[in-house]
């Protein structure tokens, strides 16, 4: 069926739409770190109490990512389909930003814990709003094969400043002007980055499309049985859920088993990270010569035989050339898990004849936040194997808890997407052995 589409936008910087994610992840990768160990550890909530709130928070953001990039999809104004969403979440997210870190101190535990509960499903819920719409501008406004390479490997790149900025510097933060000063700094930049994209960004008008909305479950249902799109979300939340565990568990990790100050967390976070940006272009040009999925299959394996070291490790030297070569990992899953999902929309798009990027992400974003109920459930198994209920009660061996906590836990979860991802290697290679794009250059990205 023919349609007319809205003509591409006119102004396409990739800087500028890098700093909508930059602004985006700057607070958001702190509130991913440190809001366990603030609530849990600082104020002592008790751990339970904290698994339970990230529990209903994972249900309910996880249940509501596809229904906002559904929203986002029919959305018809004049001044386009995301750019609305795009204004109104810049003022919801910067009240969740500040209020999350800043409770009343006169509360009590129950009261903490609802200030807790509101506030994280409040903050997951505009961060849906604000993902959802800002990942479904990507393929829109950068139209050609050169200029995606190009934009993602900028976007990637201050998603990776942002990742060092709000994880490893937050503990330098925090030490000095308490966890308050901290998300209110990481507020005030986040957003000020966040408005710098939208005032850049233009969306055209959106004119009458012939073909009507797709319906919701249909749409569901069809990617639902594309069982190399089933792979991919399940490796996406094996991924999710290891990377997650090791960013929470770092500031836990270094405070137990290696008896580092706070201030030193951010040693641990940035010999990560200082591997994670170069390794970007690494697993760029190993991608060229294994094809992505093969590539990511490598960066899981990699990442999950890095965290052996942390099980023995005592020195700081030790736990930070551990942590380098962690980093390499991480910087792999990161960049190719984005690479294979997009064989997998474009193989889609060629069958389907329709586009449905927004549902791609929607659908994957929904096992990203149900990674958050097994994250949560994680802390509750130090409760009942090593007695560890919060900061107040660490109970016998802490130690011990907290290298189970980042060296099993996640080890065994990587084990499984391993398995998994050659699995959907085969899959790929069976369904669509002509169609697979070759991966740019390093130079093609840095042009």
Do not use: C
Not at 26 to 43: E, H
Request: avoid cysteine.
């Amino acid at each position: 069926m023919s349609q007319k589409t809205p003509s591409v936008l006119p102004r396409a910087n990739p800087w500028r739409y890098a700093l909508g994610e930059f602004g985006l992840s700057l607070p958001g990768f702190a509130i991913g770190t440190y809001l366990v160990f603030f609530y849990s550890d600082v104020l002592a909530l008790p751990v339970t109490l904290v698994a339970i709130a990230r529990a209903i928070n994972s249900v309910w953001d996880g249940l509501n990512d596809p229904i906002f990039a559904h929203l986002s999809d029919r959305t018809r104004t004049r001044w386009g389909r995301r750019r609305p969403w795009l204004w109104v979440v810049l003022p919801l997210n910067l009240i969740a930003w500040l209020a999350i870190w800043a409770p009343p101190r006169s509360l009590d535990a129950q009261a903490l814990f609802a200030w807790f509960l509101v506030f994280l499903l409040f903050s997951e819920t505009v961060a849906t709003m604000s993902w959802v719409n800002y990942n479904a501008l990507f393929p829109r406004v950068f139209t050609t094969e050169a200029q995606r390479v190009r934009a993602n490997a900028i976007r990637k790149a201050l998603g990776q400043v942002a990742l060092i900025g709000g994880i490893a510097l937050s503990p330098l933060l925090y030490s000095r002007w308490g966890f308050a000063g901290m998300g209110a700094v990481w507020a005030g930049i986040g957003s000020l980055a966040f408005l710098l994209f939208l005032l850049d960004f233009r969306e055209e008008q959106e004119v009458p499309v012939a073909e009507a909305v797709p319906n919701f479950w249909r749409n569901v249902g069809d990617l639902l049985k594309n069982p190399a799109y089933r792979l991919y979300l399940g490796i996406f939340m094996l991924s999710t859920l290891a990377n997650t565990l090791l960013m929470a568990g770092m500031p836990f990790y270094a405070k137990y088993a290696l008896d580092l100050a706070e201030g030193q967390t951010s040693l641990l976070f940035g010999a990560v990270f200082v591997t994670a940006i170069p390794g970007v272009a690494l697993w760029i040009y190993l991608t060229r010569r294994w094809r992505a999925a093969r590539a990511w299959q490598i960066a899981l394996a990699w990442l999950m035989l890095a965290l052996l070291p942390l099980s023995a490790v005592r020195s700081l030297w030790g736990s930070l050339l551990t942590a380098a070569v962690i980093g390499l990992g991480l910087s792999g899953g990161m960049v190719l898990g984005d690479v294979v999902l997009g064989q997998i929309i474009d193989d889609d798009a060629r069958r389907h004849g329709q586009p449905r990027e927004a549902m791609f992400y929607g659908l994957a974003a929904v096992l990203a936040r149900l990674s958050g109920l097994l994250n949560a459930q994680s802390f509750v198994l130090l409760t009942w194997l090593f007695g560890y209920v919060s900061g107040e009660q660490p109970g016998p061996n802490p130690d011990a808890a907290f290298r189970f906590f980042m060296v099993v836990i996640p080890g065994i979860v990587l084990l499984l997407a391993v398995g998994m991802a050659g699995w959907l290697r085969r899959t790929l290679s069976a369904a669509q052995p002509a169609s697979m794009t070759p991966i740019a250059s390093v130079s093609d990205v840095t042009e």
